[in-house]
């Protein structure tokens, strides 16, 4: 059964750095051909793939993120990280992680709220 | 980056009724590797998105053969029969052809 599960800080300030971790169960960042993605939602509206990170370490990001945000793995304690840099009130949203290639497998997401 | 425009915005249905759904891709979604990656979700108020279709045409484990998806290149239809409460909510296609993967916008499926 494969499951996941995001964890953040809920809440920061502009400027700082938004740290998110992705713990999962049920397979392996170490198999051949497994992944994880980051997939964001504000609230009300559509989603948006951040970034995806593979079992050989190669990562994948939307450039639309301008070179904020950094994606890694912890293999041994199945699970995934992803910061963004210097964020402000448009970084506000459902934070997902989710297993590419199709995102079958989704955690139920974390909200991260970016106010003064 | 792939623009993937989805129609209609929002759609009402009857219970028991069939709809379509549009995903129209700004380029084709043919991968090198001969495959197609367009993918199908709904998200219930509250809830992740949850896979339905899978590459165009294959429902994923559990999903209804209510549900059916079909197209190829840069346009793709999912097709809902028999219309039941638990298929009300927000339906997107996403593609994983390209980098980075886009997302439509939205469909919202709703009661008349």
């Known amino acids: 059964q494969v499951t996941l599960k995001e964890s953040g800080p809920g809440i920061l300030q502009p400027s700082q750095t938004l740290s998110l971790t992705c713990t999962f169960s049920?397979?392996?960042?170490?198999?051949?051909?497994?992944?994880v993605g980051w997939i964001r939602q504000p609230s009300g509206k559509g989603l948006e793939w951040l970034a995806n990170?593979?079992?050989?370490?190669?990562?994948y990001y939307n450039p639309s993120l301008k070179n904020r945000l950094t994606i890694s793995k912890d293999t041994s304690n199945n699970q995934a990280f992803l910061k963004i840099t210097n964020v402000d009130t448009a970084d506000t949203a459902t934070y997902y992680c989710?297993?590419?290639?199709?995102?079958?497998?989704w955690g139920q997401g974390t909200l991260v709220t970016v106010s003064s | 980056d792939v623009l993937m425009t989805q129609t209609p915005v929002s759609l009402p249905v009857s219970l028991g009724g069939q709809v379509s759904i549009s995903c129209r891709s700004s380029?084709?979604?043919?991968?090198?590797?001969?495959?197609?990656?367009l993918h199908w979700y709904l998200q219930k108020p509250g809830q992740s998105p949850q896979l339905l279709i899978y590459?165009?045409?294959n429902r994923f484990s559990g999903v209804p053969d209510r549900f059916s998806g079909s197209g190829s290149g840069t346009d793709f239809t999912l097709k809902i029969s028999r219309v039941e409460p638990e298929d009300l909510g927000v339906y997107y296609c996403?593609?994983?052809?390209?980098?980075?993967?886009?997302f439509g916008a939205g469909t919202k499926l709703e009661l008349k």
């Open positions: 590459r165009v045409s």
């Open positions: 996403l593609q994983s052809t390209h980098f980075p993967y886009t």
């Open positions: 380029q084709s979604l043919v991968h090198s590797d001969g495959n197609t990656y």
């Open positions: 990170i593979w079992w050989d370490d190669d990562k």
């Open positions: 989710a297993r590419p290639n199709w995102f079958a497998y």
């Open positions: 049920g397979f392996s960042l170490s198999t051949y051909g497994m992944g």
